[in-house]
């Protein structure tokens, strides 16, 4: 990023979008390539600060290139919405630069963990977010949070019902200095369709279908954060269930919120703790499949079809997402205690030290 053509391609490409929508009011990200992969040559390097360098991050190597860009744009389309995201191996704040006041800042905290709210002081994670937020709301910029919910391993992929935590975290925001939320959801296909013709299920399909409830809450707290949770929880789901809503979906839906919420561990992409877990309380996982039976022998009668449909399809979910990743985890899921070393150990190949005779000896895994 300081070879002056890559600065000149790139500035032309951003001029030839705005002059291509001049209409358009939306702002207008310049991001990375979505990888943690930079130029390692000596110009580019001379950018880093030693701390930075240090740490492997790149927030001033990124944020000398979105100024750079930004202010060239605005000479010709001062109005030009612009900004750029703390993400990947530069979420925190630059140290040998500051990103012009002018710029909107998506924080897309890929990591964020979705069972503990954004200030929970007792959640590892979020903590250490915590205090990149406050970072970012001592530079007086305008800050957006990038929510990245629908990520691998996060909401959309797993089946989680994580809609009480953004409502919650929607509430704390202000006091993190954010302006509000850039919900990231990957959108239905154009079919919207969950099954193909033959029945067989789509899997690109399953992050819009398991999620719904959190987009569905998310999108009306993000208009009015004033509205009452339970109230529109209610009636999201009345209307969506039919009579499976009062005939089984209710407490299924509640104790499935009840087993994820209060599962030891942090849950999000990229963190440890398996989705298989929250099925270990004693009578669980039956009493969830007894709810799915009691809420689909409701929708045969109710007399819109979709009831049917939709119960049917939170059980195939929930066959795809929990009970596979409980098969996964009883099978091969190891827990590792990690001892503290007491003498030097050799890695050689040869286990004659005696640290190696007091730890644990694990094998099998998948």
């Given at each position: 990023?300081s070879?002056?053509?890559?600065?000149?391609?790139?500035?032309?490409?951003?001029?030839d979008?705005?002059q291509?929508?001049?209409?358009?009011?939306?702002?207008?990200?310049?991001?990375?390539?979505?990888?943690?992969?930079?130029?390692?040559c000596?110009?580019c390097?001379?950018?880093?600060?030693?701390?930075?360098?240090?740490?492997?991050?790149?927030?001033?190597?990124y944020?000398?290139?979105?100024?750079?860009?930004?202010?060239?744009?605005?000479?010709?389309?001062?109005?030009?919405?612009?900004?750029?995201?703390?993400?990947?191996?530069?979420?925190?704040?630059?140290?040998?630069?500051?990103?012009?006041?002018?710029?909107?800042?998506?924080?897309?905290?890929?990591?964020?963990?979705?069972?503990?709210?954004?200030?929970?002081?007792?959640?590892?994670?979020?903590?250490?977010?915590?205090?990149?937020y406050?970072?970012?709301?001592?530079?007086?910029?305008i800050?957006?949070?990038?929510?990245?919910?629908?990520?691998?391993?996060a909401?959309g992929s797993?089946?989680?019902?994580?809609?009480?935590?953004?409502?919650?975290n929607?509430?704390?925001?202000?006091?993190l200095?954010?302006a509000?939320?850039?919900?990231?959801?990957i959108?239905?296909?154009?079919?919207?369709?969950?099954?193909?013709?033959?029945g067989?299920?789509?899997?690109?399909?399953?992050?819009?279908?398991?999620?719904?409830?959190?987009n569905?809450?998310?999108?009306?707290?993000?208009?009015?954060?004033?509205?009452?949770?339970?109230?529109?929880?209610?009636?999201?789901?009345?209307l969506y269930?039919?009579?499976?809503?009062?005939?089984?979906?209710?407490?299924?839906?509640?104790?499935?919120?009840?087993?994820?919420?209060?599962?030891?561990?942090?849950?999000?992409?990229?963190?440890?703790?398996?989705?298989?877990?929250?099925?270990?309380?004693?009578?669980?996982?039956?009493k969830l499949?007894?709810?799915?039976?009691?809420?689909?022998?409701?929708?045969?009668?109710?007399?819109?079809?979709?009831?049917?449909?939709?119960v049917?399809?939170?059980?195939?979910?929930?066959?795809?997402?929990?009970?596979?990743?409980?098969?996964?985890?009883?099978?091969?899921?190891?827990?590792?205690?990690?001892?503290?070393?007491?003498?030097?150990?050799?890695?050689?190949?040869?286990?004659?030290?005696?640290?190696?005779?007091?730890?644990d000896?694990?094998?099998?895994?998948?």
């Amino acid at each position: 990023t300081s070879n002056p053509e890559v600065l000149d391609r790139m500035t032309k490409s951003l001029l030839d979008i705005i002059q291509a929508h001049p209409d358009a009011r939306g702002l207008i990200v310049i991001g990375n390539n979505d990888g943690s992969g930079w130029c390692e040559c000596a110009e580019c390097r001379k950018i880093d600060p030693p701390e930075e360098a240090r740490l492997g991050r790149m927030s001033t190597r990124y944020w000398t290139l979105v100024n750079t860009l930004a202010q060239r744009v605005w000479k010709v389309y001062p109005d030009a919405r612009l900004g750029g995201w703390a993400y990947q191996n530069f979420w925190m704040p630059p140290l040998g630069i500051k990103p012009d006041k002018r710029l909107e800042v998506c924080l897309s905290f890929n990591n964020q963990c979705w069972r503990h709210a954004i200030n929970d002081p007792d959640c590892s994670v979020n903590r250490e977010f915590n205090k990149l937020y406050r970072q970012w709301k001592e530079l007086g910029l305008i800050v957006h949070n990038r929510d990245e919910i629908a990520a691998e391993g996060a909401v959309g992929s797993c089946y989680l019902p994580s809609e009480s935590v953004l409502y919650n975290n929607f509430k704390i925001y202000p006091e993190l200095g954010l302006a509000g939320s850039r919900f990231c959801i990957i959108p239905p296909p154009p079919d919207a369709s969950f099954y193909r013709p033959e029945g067989e299920f789509q899997e690109r399909n399953l992050n819009w279908f398991a999620m719904w409830q959190t987009n569905y809450m998310s999108a009306q707290f993000m208009y009015d954060i004033s509205l009452d949770y339970d109230k529109v929880y209610e009636e999201c789901n009345r209307l969506y269930y039919g009579k499976a809503w009062e005939g089984g979906m209710k407490e299924y839906r509640a104790l499935l919120t009840k087993a994820f919420l209060e599962t030891p561990g942090c849950q999000g992409w990229g963190l440890g703790a398996p989705l298989g877990r929250c099925l270990d309380q004693a009578g669980v996982h039956a009493k969830l499949l007894e709810l799915l039976d009691k809420a689909e022998k409701a929708a045969a009668s109710d007399p819109d079809p979709r009831a049917l449909i939709h119960v049917r399809r939170d059980r195939d979910i929930f066959r795809l997402t929990w009970e596979a990743a409980r098969k996964n985890y009883l099978e091969n899921f190891k827990e590792l205690n990690v001892y503290r070393k007491n003498a030097n150990i050799r890695i050689d190949g040869v286990l004659d030290e005696t640290d190696w005779k007091n730890a644990d000896v694990l094998s099998n895994f998948k």
